[in-house]
């Protein structure tokens, strides 16, 4: 009998990259997606632990699966992710009726213990402390036929105060240049118009097989892949971003003039006690470097209100760089304690009705600011790569929606002299913007032009790619040359 299987992914877009590895290995052993996610035979949950909540999340899923595995006790549960690379046995104690928990170093042995558990009727709980294969080389089921994440690295050298990641994801592990292009050329080849390079610090990659300026170069050579359109990155890290970066930015056509760079806090006194080794000025100009290189170039941040020892005068310092900085849009969080963190430690702690009243004066800055860079788009011609699922397609206005070169969100309408057919996810259109909103743009008038692509027509047709990440046999941990010390700070994905 044909097993289905269902995978719930949280946090970032590492878990996202890496469920697809999930889903490409289940289907590999011989599973399909389930169509109705109440029946699927296996549901893996692929957990977060970066906020507060995030146990709450967890043990709330499985609580509302426990009456499905009671009528179906040939189903199974498996947990994954950094939730159970921290908690380990202690989901299992907590939920018994889980069956497999597998860590982030050894996303590849989800099938064998799913057959162990069936076999010897037992949960199986197996955590590697380091990554036995990078997640990359495992087959893959795709969720998009136009846009693939290919991960550069995995874990991070850095130690913010207030992040768990490093000691869930370990430190940063590198894949060779060549394996990163190969895996970006046959996406390519299977009709991708556009990539994400992965990791949780992009731009310290290369630091493993010591080449300072192993991003750059990586980003220049993307630039020569045929049929490779956008090429976009996350996250970079402040602290080790350099010129070279913005070099292979501004003189590579097919990559995006866009930029993630996690601000975190505007207060140096806060970075300083968060451990991200860059101040506000450092910050501010590298934004301004980008900026004279790209003048078109949408910067958006992460940003962290509440982070203990907080005063007024280090929220005003951030709203003074939010004021400055001028972000396309921004992922604003409450600082939330993470249990293993020295931040959860540490005294100060700001009370939740302080930080949740400057996280409002935050978000109410940034979506002015948000809206106004938008106004400044009106009437502006964009280049959409047009999108399934994404934003709304409306039944009153007939809009689909579409990502700019510089990851905007437009909703437009998809009608005109241009239109070939019909517009469909994965094609190419160009239109002219007609109205503004604080978190997406409008195009209201015909196309400018259609383009159907190869990926417009694997969406149509519901094929996805299935690359995975091709290994060359080259010594991917191979012991590289003493790589320079780990710089300090990043950010989560
Ligand atoms: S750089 Fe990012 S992933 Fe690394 S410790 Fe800092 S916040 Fe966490």
């Not at 057959?115 to 010897?120: G, L």
């Not at 702690?349 to 409002?360: A, G, H, L, N, T």
């Not at 934003?391 to 700019?404: I, Q, Y």
Request: net charge negative.
């Amino acid at each position: 009998m044909t097993r289905t299987y269902q995978i719930r992914t949280f946090g970032c877009q590492m878990n996202v990259h890496d469920s697809e590895r999930l889903a490409g290995q289940l289907e590999s052993a011989g599973y399909v997606a389930a169509e109705d996610s109440d029946a699927a035979d296996l549901v893996v949950l692929n957990t977060c632990a970066v906020r507060e909540n995030a146990d709450n999340k967890l043990y709330g899923h499985l609580g509302h699966l426990r009456p499905s595995k009671t009528d179906r006790p040939g189903m199974q549960i498996a947990v994954g992710g950094c939730l159970a690379q921290k908690d380990r046995g202690e989901i299992v104690k907590r939920a018994p009726w889980v069956d497999v928990v597998f860590g982030t170093h050894n996303i590849g042995s989800l099938p064998t213990l799913l057959e162990r558990a069936r076999h010897n009727a037992e949960a199986q709980v197996e955590i590697l402390e380091s990554l036995e294969t990078f997640p990359s080389t495992l087959p893959a089921r795709r969720e998009s036929a136009y846009s693939g994440w290919v991960s550069v690295s995995v874990g991070c050298n850095n130690t913010c105060t207030f992040c768990i990641v490093p000691s869930l994801r370990g430190k940063e592990r590198d894949r060779r240049p060549g394996e990163v292009l190969a895996e970006v050329e046959a996406l390519v080849a299977e009709g991708v118009l556009e990539v994400t390079l992965l990791g949780q610090n992009v731009n310290s990659y290369g630091v493993e097989f010591g080449d300072r300026l192993a991003f750059g170069k990586l980003l220049r050579s993307c630039g020569s892949i045929d049929g490779l359109e956008r090429v976009r990155f996350t996250s970079p890290h402040p602290a080790a971003f350099t010129d070279d970066v913005i070099d292979a930015m501004a003189e590579t056509p097919n990559v995006c003039h866009q930029l993630h760079m996690p601000l975190q806090s505007g207060s140096d006194r806060v970075l300083k006690d968060m451990r991200r080794s860059y101040r506000s000025s450092r910050f501010l100009s590298i934004l301004d470097k980008v900026r004279d290189a790209m003048p078109d170039a949408a910067i958006t941040t992460d940003i962290i209100v509440g982070f203990p020892g907080e005063t007024e005068e280090d929220f005003e310092a951030t709203l003074e760089v939010v004021r400055q900085a001028r972000f396309s849009s921004a992922f604003t969080f409450q600082y939330s304690k993470r249990p293993g963190t020295p931040a959860a430690d540490m005294e100060g702690q700001v009370p939740k009705e302080v930080v949740r009243e400057r996280y409002d004066r935050l978000v109410d800055l940034q979506n002015e600011i948000a809206w106004q860079e938008n106004k400044l788009i009106v009437g502006r011609k964009v280049e959409l790569l047009v999108a399934a699922g994404e934003g709304r397609k409306d039944a009153e206005t007939h809009r689909m929606s579409g990502r700019a070169r510089d990851g905007r969100l437009v909703h437009f309408t998809p009608e005109g002299a241009a239109v070939d057919r019909r517009v469909r996810p994965g094609d190419v259109v160009e239109t002219t913007v007609t109205y503004a909103a604080p978190h997406h743009l409008v195009a209201d008038g015909d196309l400018l032009s259609h383009r159907r692509t190869t990926a417009g027509d694997n969406a149509e047709a519901g094929q996805r790619p299935t690359t995975n990440g091709v290994s060359l046999g080259l010594p991917s941990f191979g012991t590289p040359p003493q790589a320079p010390a780990p710089t300090q700070g990043g950010c989560s994905l």
